[in-house]
C-alpha cells in the first residue's frame, strides 16, 4: 500500500501522485523507516553529540532544548542543585550545637529569613544557571552518544538525503519551467516567422511567374517583327548542332530584300561558326522580281541527303522556324545552303 512520506496518510485515490495535504510524493509503505523506540532516540542523541565536533554546536543545541523547558520544570532542577549543595544538611548541624543559647535562636532567626530572601535572589539565579549548564552538558553528550549507533546513523544520512534531494528538485523545477516556456515563445515565434516568409515566397513567385508570362509574350511579339533563336532555347540549339559528327559546309544566303533578312541570315552564320561547322555568308538580295517568303535549305538529292542535313533541319525547326527541303544538283554532296527570304507578313 502507497502512504504519504512525510505525514503516512494512505493512498485512498489511484490517480493522485502526492499527498494533498502536504504535496508530498506518494511511496510504499514498506520503504518508510520503523518507528524509533525509546532506546533508538537515546542513540540518536548520542550519535548527534558526537558528530558534532565543535563546542558552540553544542552549545547551540542546548540552548535549543532549554529554552523549550517549561517554568515548573526549571523549579524541579533548582531544588535538586539546591541539595546536591548540602545547604540544609550544614544549617541543621549548626542549629543543634547552638540550640541552647536563646539568642542564637534570635540571630538564626534573622539570619534565617535574610537568607531566604537572599536565597530567592541570588541562590535560586545561580541555580538556575548551574542546572542550565548541567542539562546542555548532559544533553550534548547524549546526543554524542546515540549518533554512534550504526541504525541512527543510516537514518540521518537518508534523512539528510531525502531533504537535499526536495531542496535540488526545488532550486531546479523553476529553472526548467523557465526554459520551456523561453522555448515556446521563441517557437512560435519562428512559426509566426516562417508563416511571413512562406507569404512572401509566394507573392514572388506568382510576380516571377507574372515577368515571365510578360517576356514569353513579349519575346512572340518580338519574333513577330524579327525572326531570331529563341533565347531560352539557344542553347539547346548549340548543343543539338554541336554533337552532330559529320560537319558539313554551310552556305547561308540572305535573299530578301529587308534589314530583317539579313540580321537573321548573320545570326545563324554566327551559330554555324560557334558549332564546329564551315560556313559562308552571301547576300544575293534582288528587289526586281516577285520573292517567295520564309526559309529553305538545299541539298544534292533530297531523298539521300548528306550525312547531317536531316538533323540540322529537324534542329532549325524545332524553334519555330520552317526550312523546306528543295534538291539543288547543282552543289557538292558535303554543302547544303540555307536561303533566307524576307519573313512572312502576319
Not at 552549545?59 to 532549554?66: D, G, L, N, P, T
Not at 543510516?154 to 531546479?172: D, E, H, I, K, T
Not at 515556446?184 to 516562417?194: A, F, G, I, R, Y
Not at 540549339?237 to 560537319?247: C, H
Amino acid at each position: 500500500m502507497q502512504v504519504c512520506r512525510k505525514c503516512r496518510r494512505p493512498k485512498d485515490n489511484s490517480l493522485l501522485i502526492e499527498c494533498p495535504t502536504c504535496h508530498a510524493p506518494f511511496i510504499e509503505d514498506t520503504d518508510l523507516p520503523q518507528q524509533l523506540s525509546d532506546d533508538d532516540l537515546d542513540r540518536v542523541a548520542a550519535r548527534v553529540v558526537k558528530s558534532l565536533k565543535q563546542e558552540e554546536d553544542l552549545e547551540r543545541i542546548a540552548e535549543k532544548v532549554r529554552i523549550s523547558f517549561g517554568k515548573e520544570e526549571w523549579k524541579t532542577l533548582a531544588n535538586q542543585v539546591m541539595k546536591s549543595l548540602h545547604i540544609v544538611h550544614d544549617v541543621d548541624k549548626i542549629a543543634k550545637a547552638l540550640l541552647g543559647m536563646w539568642r542564637f535562636w534570635l540571630i538564626l532567626f534573622l539570619a534565617c529569613t535574610s537568607i531566604y530572601f537572599l536565597l530567592r535572589e541570588s541562590v535560586g539565579e545561580m541555580a538556575k544557571e548551574e542546572a542550565k549548564k548541567q542539562f546542555d552538558k548532559e544533553v550534548a553528550k547524549q546526543i554524542s552518544l546515540q549518533f554512534e549507533k550504526e541504525p541512527i546513523s543510516n537514518l540521518v544520512v537518508w534523512a539528510a538525503s531525502s531533504q537535499a534531494s526536495n531542496l535540488m528538485a526545488q532550486a531546479v523545477t523553476p529553472q526548467i519551467y523557465k526554459f520551456n516556456h523561453t522555448l515556446d515563445t521563441w517557437t512560435k515565434d519562428l512559426e509566426t516567422k516562417l508563416d511571413i516568409i512562406e507569404k512572401k515566397e509566394a507573392a514572388l513567385r506568382e510576380q516571377i511567374d507574372k515577368i515571365r508570362f510578360t517576356a514569353d509574350a513579349d519575346g512572340k511579339a518580338l519574333r513577330n517583327l524579327q525572326r531570331s533563336i529563341p533565347f531560352d532555347k539557344k542553347a539547346d540549339v548549340i548543343k543539338a548542332l554541336s554533337e552532330i559528327p559529320i560537319k558539313l559546309d554551310v552556305q547561308i544566303f540572305s535573299m530578301g530584300t529587308t534589314p530583317e533578312a539579313s540580321v537573321f541570315a548573320i545570326e545563324l552564320q554566327e551559330t554555324f561558326i560557334k558549332t564546329g561547322f564551315k560556313s559562308v555568308l552571301t547576300f544575293s538580295a534582288n528587289s526586281g522580281l516577285p520573292q517567295p517568303f520564309g526559309e529553305k535549305i538545299h541539298v544534292n538529292g533530297t531523298n539521300n541527303p548528306p550525312p547531317g542535313a536531316v538533323q540540322i533541319q529537324k534542329t532549325l525547326n524545332s524553334v519555330g522556324f520552317n526550312f523546306e527541303p528543295e534538291n539543288s544538283r547543282d552543289i557538292p554532296t558535303n554543302v547544303i545552303q540555307l536561303l533566307i527570304w524576307n519573313k512572312r507578313p502576319y
